[in-house]
């Protein structure tokens, strides 16, 4: 990648920073400091609050069609960004003008499901076949504390997973 790519996807995350910063009042009103380019590098920019806590981490990505964004892929970047927020507490966004593959919309069903949901058990109650993230070789079980990437992961790994409605 360079040259043309690079500006445009330079562009791309310098315009969702921008519109991020106009929204950070009213979106999170605890916020006090907004970065670009964080501590990590999977993350584009974010917003932390008093305590440094993060509020928000995102990521954002130019992709050219006919390139799309897989499942393995998104679930990546769910694994950094769950390394950049250990205690959960940060919105993670990942913002793209790419479409995504039937993998990358399975991930991204599982998250909207789980975020829909606050308990763990409503959202999993529909579930069939995810992974463990202890033993992620092994058949899917049920992992002792479950959560959204833990689908993520067993969508990745090419296991099926069916939500309810």
């Not at 058949?139 to 997973?161: E, K, N, W």
Request: with cysteine; hydrophobic share 40%; glycine share 8%.
């Amino acid at each position: 990648m360079g040259g043309v790519d690079t500006a445009r996807g330079m562009g791309f995350q310098t315009a969702c920073a921008i519109l991020q910063l106009i929204r950070t009042p009213d979106q999170y009103p605890e916020a006090e400091t907004f970065r670009v380019e964080g501590t990590d590098e999977a993350i584009d920019f974010e917003v932390r609050d008093a305590r440094g806590r993060p509020l928000l981490l995102a990521q954002a990505k130019t992709r050219v069609e006919p390139r799309t964004w897989s499942g393995p892929e998104l679930v990546r970047l769910a694994r950094r960004w769950g390394e950049a927020d250990p205690n959960g507490t940060a919105v993670l966004r990942f913002l793209s003008d790419g479409p995504v593959q039937a993998s990358g919309q399975a991930v991204r069903d599982a998250a909207e499901r789980a975020r829909a949901l606050s308990d763990p058990e409503q959202w999993l109650a529909g579930c069939e076949g995810y992974a463990c993230r202890s033993a992620p070789q092994a058949s899917c079980s049920r992992p002792t504390a479950p959560t959204p990437f833990d689908i993520a992961l067993c969508v990745h790994m090419g296991h099926s997973v069916r939500l309810s409605a």
